[in-house]
C-alpha cells in the first residue's frame, strides 16, 4: 500500500511531504494507522542536524498513538483494531536488561538512528524505489506505519488517542527522571530547567513525588506561567549564573536536593550543578548536540561536593511498566495530558508545527490524523 509520509531528505530543510510505499508487515510485525504523533524535540534535532541517523530519506516521528489493522503471522499479545502506543525503544525482549525488565536500556537502544526495521530489513520506498528508513523503528510522521511487535504496548480503548501518544515519550521521560532516575522524596527541593515537553513533565513528576519546592527556570514568561499550572511553586527566568545564583536565594543558600536540564545541556548543566546542594542529584534528560563532547566541572568539585550527575531516557523505566500505570494516573486525575497539548496540525501542516517549537509557542504540538 502507499502512505502519505513527512520525510526527512535534507538536514535544516521542511520535511517532505510525499506518498511512499509501506509493505506489508513481516512475521512478528504490525500495520499500525496513526492517531497521534507529538512534535517532539528530538525529531527537531534530527531535522537540525545536530543528532545524526545513519540514513536519509527517513520518516521521523516516535511519540505515537494508534490503532492496529494488520498483524504478522507470529505476533502473540496484539490482535486488529487494538488502540496502541508506540515505544521509541523496542524491547527485544531477550537481551540481559530486557531480561531484568530494564527494557530502556534493551540492547537494540543503539540500533534506533539507524533506519531499519528490527530485523533489519526496510518497509519503505520512495517514488525512485530508494529505502526510506524509520526513526526509532517507528517512522510514525506518516499515516500509516509497520511496526514490530518489540515497538508496541496495547492500551485500553477508552484512553483519547492524542492524549495516548503523549505518554510514548515526553511524559514517561519527565515524570520517569523524577520519580525513578531521581527518586524524589516527599518535601524534596527541585529546580527544573527547560520547561518544555520534558520539563513540564518533571515538574508533573516532581509533584506526584510531593516534593516541596519545585523551582521551574526558562527564559521564556509563558512557559513558566505553564509550569505553575503544572505544579512549580516557584519561576526563574534566567540562565547561567543568575539561574545558579536565583536558586541559591530560594534554597537558603544551600541548593535543590536535584536538578533536572532538560533543555540545552551544554549550557545549563553546569549552572544546575552548582545550584544543587551537596550530595544532590543532577539529571540530563535533555539531548544534547553530537557535537558536544565534554561537561565542564572539574573532578575535584564533583568529588567534593558528593553530587551525581546522571542521564534519564524514557525516564529510566520500562516503558512496558511506565505506560499503562501512566494512563492509570491521568485516568485517576493526579497527571494532566489535556493541558500538554498547545496545538493540534495536519499531517502536510507539520513544517509550521516546528517552527512554532522553535518559537517556543508550544508545550506540544501533535499532528491528528483525520483518517
Ligand atoms: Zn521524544
Ligand atoms: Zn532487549
Redesign the pocket.
Known amino acids: 500500500m502507499d502512505t502519505l509520509a513527512a520525510v526527512f531528505r535534507e538536514i535544516r530543510q521542511p520535511l517532505s511531504i510525499e506518498r511512499i510505499t509501506l509493505d506489508p508487515p513481516g512475521p512478528t510485525e504490525v500495520l499500525v494507522r496513526l492517531a497521534a504523533v507529538?512534535l517532539?524535540?528530538?525529531?527537531y534535532h534530527v531535522i537540525r542536524g545536530e543528532r545524526r541517523v545513519a540514513m536519509r530519506p527517513m520518516v521521523l516521528g516516535?511519540?505515537a498513538a494508534g490503532i492496529v489493522e494488520q498483524i504478522g503471522t507470529a505476533v502473540e499479545g496484539i490482535k486488529p483494531y487494538d488502540h496502541v502506543v508506540l515505544t521509541?525503544i523496542p524491547a527485544c525482549g531477550i537481551c540481559r536488561w530486557c531480561r531484568a525488565g530494564l527494557h530502556h536500556l534493551c540492547a537494540e537502544g543503539p540500533r534506533i538512528t539507524h533506519g531499519p526495521q528490527l530485523d533489519g530489513t526496510y518497509r519503505r520506498r520512495d517514488h525512485a524505489g530508494i529505502a526510506v528508513g524509520a526513526f526509532c523503528m517507528i517512522g510514525a510522521f506518516a499515516e500509516r506505519t509497520v511496526v514490530d511487535q518489540a515497538s508496541v504496548i496495547v492500551i485500553d480503548k477508552d484512553i483519547p488517542l492524542d492524549l495516548a501518544s503523549l505518554v510514548?515519550?515526553?511524559v514517561p521521560?519527565g515524570v520517569g527522571a523524577a520519580r525513578y532516575r531521581a527518586r524524589v522524596k516527599h518535601g524534596d527541593s527541585v529546580l527544573v530547567v527547560g520547561c518544555g515537553?520534558d520539563g513540564m513533565n518533571v515538574v508533573q513528576g516532581a509533584r506526584l513525588c510531593g516534593a516541596s519546592k519545585i523551582i521551574a527556570a526558562d527564559i521564556v514568561t509563558a512557559k513558566l506561567d505553564w509550569a505553575r499550572e503544572f505544579g512549580a511553586s516557584h519561576g526563574i527566568n534566567a540562565q547561567g549564573e543568575a539561574l545558579t545564583r536565583a536558586v541559591l536565594e530560594l534554597t537558603d543558600g544551600i541548593g535543590v536536593n536535584h536538578a533536572f536540564v532538560c533543555i540545552d545541556p551544554p549550557a545549563t548543566l553546569v549552572p544546575a550543578f552548582r545550584a544543587t546542594t551537596k550530595g544532590g542529584n543532577v539529571v540530563v534528560t535533555g539531548l544534547t548536540p553530537d557535537s558536544v563532547a565534554e561537561i565542564r566541572i572539574p573532578p575535584l568539585e564533583l568529588f567534593v561536593t558528593q553530587k551525581a550527575i546522571m542521564g534519564a531516557v524514557y525516564g529510566f523505566a520500562s516503558p512496558r511498566l511506565q505506560i499503562p500505570e501512566l494512563l492509570k494516573l491521568y485516568r485517576s486525575g493526579n497527571l494532566k495530558l489535556r493541558e500538554l497539548i498547545t496545538q493540534t496540525y495536519q499531517l502536510d501542516q507539520i513544517n509550521a508545527g516546528y517552527s512554532d517549537l522553535d518559537a517556543g509557542k508550544n508545550l506540544r504540538g501533535v499532528v491528528v490524523f483525520a483518517h
Open positions: 507529538g517532539c524535540r528530538t525529531d516516535h511519540e521509541f510514548a515519550c515526553g521521560a515537553g
